[in-house]
């Protein structure tokens, strides 16, 4: 089976430029999740997906962060434009059902490390 | 918000020493969860212990809840050098919340 795959892995902006992450989930997988960790702390959720529509968005930066699930599949998180404080590494993870909570065992991509100058 | 804690925040042990790490949360939870993270990958789910659940175990993973201390700690017997990585505990933000909250983890290094 394969996993959720992320793309690309590293990326590297001067700050008031724009950047997009891809993320393409586990087939089925109805829920899918965008987290910002960044360095020495834990995964902060940014927006979770039930097929295509928002369930939760309540800490993403909407003046600046973007994201959209085509389709209930793929999704793509923008960065427009991006700040220094931004610079960490974006996971995008997938899980069955999304019952919400801690409830459904959630499986992670390798993440997109962004830097911003 | 952060609702999970661990402790230690760092963690350094001898090769087939035990490990123990401990999560403090807030508010009442539904669920828990443990993932590892190895330096520059992503999370990998490890055990998910509901409230009405006082043990679990997997392999030489053992993870505890007690919701009267509000705390869950997480015991890897007989370590190697593969388990060094960063542990996370995961919860509800709370009952009836459809959120998810990842404490800051403890960051476990094991010694050869």
């Known amino acids: 089976e394969a996993g959720v795959a992320q793309s690309p892995r590293y990326k590297i902006i001067e700050k008031r430029q724009s950047v997009a992450f891809w993320c393409n989930p586990i087939?089925?997988?109805?829920?899918l999740y965008w987290y910002q960790q960044i360095l020495g702390q834990g995964p902060k959720l940014l927006i979770q997906f039930q097929n295509n529509g928002v369930v939760d968005d309540s800490q993403l930066p909407k003046d600046r962060f973007s994201a959209e699930r085509l389709k209930g599949v793929d999704s793509t998180l923008k960065i427009q434009p991006a700040k220094l404080e931004d610079s960490a590494v974006y996971l995008c993870a997938s899980s069955l059902e999304g019952r919400g909570g801690a409830s459904d065992i959630q499986y992670f991509g390798a993440g997109t490390r962004l830097s911003v100058l | 918000s952060q609702q999970g804690e661990e402790d230690p925040q760092a963690l350094s042990i001898q090769e087939g020493e035990n490990a123990t790490m401990n999560c403090s949360y807030k508010t009442s939870i539904n669920n828990l969860q443990w993932y590892r993270q190895n330096s520059g990958r992503g999370l990998v789910h490890l055990i998910l212990?509901?409230?009405?659940?006082r043990e679990k175990h997997s392999g030489r993973l053992r993870v505890t809840l007690d919701t009267s201390k509000k705390s869950s700690s997480l015991l890897i017997t007989a370590s190697r050098a593969a388990d060094t990585a960063s542990y996370f505990c995961a919860t509800d933000a709370g009952v009836g919340d459809d959120k998810i909250i990842f404490g800051k983890g403890t960051r476990l290094h094991i010694l050869p």
């Open positions: 087939s089925g997988h109805a829920t």
């Open positions: 212990i509901r409230s009405n659940e």
